[in-house]
């Protein structure tokens, strides 16, 4: 399973860092969309997970990675119920759109990153 979330996002960061703690199978692959040359803009909206040559996204994503940390098993059929009442992809769209991206450490090496003292 490869899940790909976006770097520049803090909330992003910290649950991939979470799930990286919990994955001791190694069933899962991690990297950031701002990585690829070409990358799908509905990625910077939500976290999409590849698994079996199928993509999943928001919460759909997040149940898809629960499913293979053995950790997170007693939860999955919680996160369904959720996901059947529509509570589960609501509370997920709002934390989406409500999240802030802080783009650190994106300059290039040997380069320093330009600031407009303009800029608002």
């Known amino acids: 399973m490869i899940v790909y979330y976006d770097s520049y996002c803090k909330i ?3 649950s991939s860092t979470i799930w990286k703690r919990l994955d001791w199978r190694n069933k899962l692959t991690f990297d950031s969309f701002r990585n690829m040359k070409d990358y799908p803009l509905e990625m910077e ?4 997970v590849k698994y079996n040559n199928r993509w999943y996204k928001g919460y759909s994503a997040i149940i898809q990675i629960a499913k293979v940390l053995p950790l997170l098993w007693i939860l999955v059929p919680f996160m369904y119920i959720f996901k059947f009442i529509g509570l589960g992809d609501t509370i997920y769209k709002l934390v989406a759109n409500n999240r802030k991206l802080v783009p650190v450490n994106q300059c290039a090496d040997g380069e320093s990153c330009q600031i407009n003292p303009h800029s608002r």
Do not use: D, G, Q, V
């Not at 909206?45 to 999409?48: A, D, E, I, R, V």
């Open 12 to 14: 992003c960061t910290n």
């Open 45 to 48: 909206k939500s976290l999409h």
